[in-house]
C-alpha cells in the first residue's frame, strides 16, 4: 500500500555496472553502480528511487528493457522470457557524485532469502545492471513542520530527505532498526530530532517506533510526513496521524516497502 506518485523520468532505462561493494554496517552493504550512462540520470535527491534490473537469469534481458515502468511498460516486461528475465526491485539512491559518476545504493542484508539482497551481500565489480528512475515519494507540501518514521529498508530514504530538507526544517524523524549497529550519520537540519530505535529481537517493525510516535508531543501549525518502511509500520503510522491524530491524509506521504513474508512482486 503506498500513496506514493510513481513519475517516469525523461532517462528511461539507464545502465550501469557494479563499481565496488562495501559493507557499511553490519546488516547494510553499499553497493556503488558507476560508468558513462550516468551522465543521463537526473539528481532530484531527497527519496528518490528506482525500479533495479538485475540480471540474476543472465545479462542478456537487460537489453530488451522497457525504458519506462508504466502499465505499457510493466506487460512489455511481463512478456520477457521468464529464463532470462531480470528482476526488478525497488531502490533509493543513498548519494549520487556526477563528477566520479557514481551512484551508491543501501541495501539491507536480510539473510538468503529473496534476490535483491543475497544479489547485493555477493555482487562483484563488473556485473551490469539498469534502472529505470521513479522520482521522489517525498512531497514539497507547505508545511510548519515534518515527521519522518522508517524502518532499515528506508534508512537511505530517510537520510537523503534530512540531507536535501531546507536547514530551517524543524520536526521528528523516527528511524527504527532491527540492529542497532546499523545506524548511519545523517545530515539532519538542526531543528529536526532524530530518534534511533532498536525493537527488540523477533518484534515485528514498528514496535518501537510506533509506541515513540503515539506518545510524541507535536509542535503547533500543519506537519507534513513521510512514513515508509515494512507494510506494518508505514500504514500503522499513517492509521495514527490520519484517525487519532486529526491529520489531513493529503499531508501524509506512506509506502509499504516491504512485508514481512512476502517477496516483491516482480
Ligand atoms: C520506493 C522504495 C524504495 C526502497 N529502497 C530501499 C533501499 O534503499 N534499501 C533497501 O534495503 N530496501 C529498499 N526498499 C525495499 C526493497 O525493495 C525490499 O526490501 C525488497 O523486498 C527486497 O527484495 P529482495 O529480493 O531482497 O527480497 P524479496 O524477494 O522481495 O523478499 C523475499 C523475502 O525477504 C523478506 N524481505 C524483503 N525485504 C526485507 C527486509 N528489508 N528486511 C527483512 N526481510 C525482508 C520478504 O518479506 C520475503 O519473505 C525500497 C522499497 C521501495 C518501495
Known amino acids: ?55 540474476v537469469r543472465g545479462e542478456g534481458g537487460l537489453d530488451r528493457m522497457p525504458s519506462k515502468f508504466g502499465i505499457g ?39 538468503d532469502d529473496g534476490v535483491a539482497g543475497p544479489w547485493a551481500a555477493s555482487v562483484e565489480p563488473g556485473e551490469r545492471v539498469a534502472f529505470i528512475d521513479q522520482g521522489c515519494g517525498w512531497k514539497p507540501v507547505a508545511a510548519d513542520w515534518s515527521l519522518i518514521v522508517a524502518d532499515e529498508s528506508a534508512l537511505p530514504a530517510a537520510a537523503g530527505v534530512l540531507r536535501d530538507m531546507p536547514r530551517d526544517a524543524v520536526g521528528h524523524a523516527i528511524i527504527e532498526l532491527f540492529d542497532a549497529r546499523d545506524r548511519q550519520v545523517v545530515d539532519a537540519p538542526d531543528g529536526v530530532a532524530v530518534h534511533w530505535l532498536e525493537r527488540g529481537a523477533g518484534e515485528a517493525p514498528g514496535a518501537a517506533a510506533l509506541p515513540l510516535l503515539r506518545g510524541l508531543d507535536f509542535p503547533g501549525g500543519e506537519p507534513y510526513a513521510f512514513c515508509v518502511g515494512e507494510q506494518a509500520l508505514a500504514a500503522g503510522a499513517r492509521r495514527h496521524l490520519v484517525k487519532e491524530r486529526g491529520i489531513d491524509k493529503r499531508r501524509v506521504t506512506f509506502s509499504g516497502y516491504w512485508r514481512i513474508g512476502q517477496a516483491s512482486p516482480s
Do not use: C
Request: aromatic share 10%; hydrophobic share 35%; proline share 5%.
Open 1 to 55: 500500500m503506498s500513496n506514493i506518485t510513481v513519475t517516469h523520468a525523461e532517462s528511461g532505462l539507464v545502465r550501469a555496472e557494479v563499481v565496488r561493494r562495501e559493507r557499511v554496517t553490519p546488516n547494510m552493504v553499499r553497493v556503488t553502480l558507476g560508468g558513462a550512462d550516468l551522465d543521463r540520470y537526473e539528481h532530484r535527491g531527497f527519496d528518490q528511487w528506482f525500479r533495479l534490473a538485475l540480471p
Open 73 to 111: 511498460g510493466y506487460v512489455k516486461y511481463l512478456t520477457l522470457p521468464k529464463g532470462t528475465r531480470p528482476v526488478i526491485r525497488n531502490y533509493t539512491v543513498r548519494a549520487f557524485r556526477p563528477a566520479e559518476r557514481e551512484l551508491d545504493v543501501d541495501f539491507v542484508s536480510h539473510g
